[in-house]
């Protein structure tokens, strides 16, 4: 496990602002998390919204042009949006790299039938609605796996639950993982813990949540954490990059997820929006490398798991329910 007691990095104008008597206080040892992965990383990165095979061809392209390490790329239409050609040419295609591959899965209520997703209330937002909804949501699954996808995104807690459940009777492959969409993402100890033992092995946090946030969290969870560095606007258009260094230091394990703010909604991408897809893809990489950059300056970089690193470690799980007779 990473040594959580090393130096903390320089903070953003630091000897600057000492020298005009503006130190800024000293963060407390308390608030470092003392988790890592298994490999011993602290954290991990993704490039989220990458919704196709040429979305996907378009960020391997750039990540090698200025040298941003890729752990893991999700999609965000889902499964069902692509053709099983499609699904197998990006599991090809990250295997190939030793990139993980995380796409959504299944119907949403916010693209449904159901008027309440469409109110001031959002409803219940984009969980699987009836018995079809959570159908819908496995039939994915079955079929992702099936063709290589070992990552599968999820906005619902039964859908969740019922993943895991496939995945420790063996439906579903044991190495399957489980990441929750910053749609539902937990903003207490409390919820993050529950998302935890129903099956989760990443948790996507809401972008707004403060770091003291981040650190209760983590004093009740080790599952890794997911975080928008940069949210795109419909989850609050946040950018966070001068937070990142202590965002790690306090929520490790951690993917730092660099989105996009400023750009338009793709979900469900088609070739409607192709010009805008394949654009803002390239731009998530920058943004990306930025990141990396601001991480150096600041003598932070160091903690990154290494590329190919994918598996959670040993997690907290509800106990399975005996089998119905």
């Known amino acids: 496990m990473t040594d959580v007691s090393a130096p903390a990095p320089r903070r953003p104008g630091a000897p600057a602002l000492a020298s005009l008597g503006l130190a800024a206080p000293e963060p407390r040892s308390v608030d470092a998390s003392p988790h890592a992965f298994p490999d011993g990383g602290r954290w991990r990165t993704e490039i989220p919204s990458v919704e196709g ?167 009740t969870s080790r599952a890794p954490m997911d975080l928008y560095i940069e949210a795109p606007d419909d989850l609050g258009g946040y950018v966070r990059m001068y937070e990142t260094a202590e965002v790690i230091r306090r929520g490790a394990p951690l993917y730092l997820k660099f989105g996009l703010s400023k750009s338009p909604g793709i979900y469900p991408y088609g070739a409607q929006l192709r010009d805008t897809a394949l654009s803002s893809a390239r731009e998530r990489v920058r943004r990306g490398r930025l990141v990396l950059d601001l991480l150096i300056r600041h003598g932070a970089d160091g903690g990154m798991s290494p590329l190919g690193s994918r598996l959670p470690g040993p997690l907290s799980r509800f106990p399975q329910p005996p089998d119905p007779s």
């Not at 995380?102 to 916010?110: A, D, H, I, N």
């Not at 959002?122 to 009836?130: F, Q």
């Not at 796996?145 to 993943?163: F, I, P």
């Not at 995945?167 to 937990?186: C, Q, W, Y």
Request: hydrophobic share 40%; proline share 5%.
């Open 53 to 219: 095979p040429e979305s996907l061809a378009e960020v391997l392209k750039e990540s090698t042009r200025l040298e941003v390490p890729i752990h893991r790329v999700s999609q965000g239409s889902g499964v069902w949006m692509l053709s099983d050609a499609e699904i197998t040419e990006m599991a090809g295609a990250c295997a190939a790299r030793d990139i993980e591959l995380c796409l959504f899965t299944g119907p949403r209520g916010t693209w449904d039938t159901g008027g309440s997703a469409r109110t001031d209330s959002g409803g219940a937002g984009p969980r699987a609605r009836g018995h079809d909804g959570l159908a819908g949501c496995v039939e994915d699954a079955l079929r992702a796996t099936g063709l290589g996808v070992k990552c599968l995104l999820v906005a619902d807690e039964g859908v969740l639950w019922t993943l895991h459940r496939l995945r420790a009777r063996g439906v579903l492959p044991a190495d399957t993982t489980f990441k929750v969409s910053a749609l539902i993402g937990p903003v207490n100890p409390a919820s993050y813990a529950v998302f935890e033992q129903l099956g989760a092995d990443s948790i996507n946090i809401p972008s707004d949540l403060a770091l003291a946030h981040v650190s209760e969290i983590r004093r």
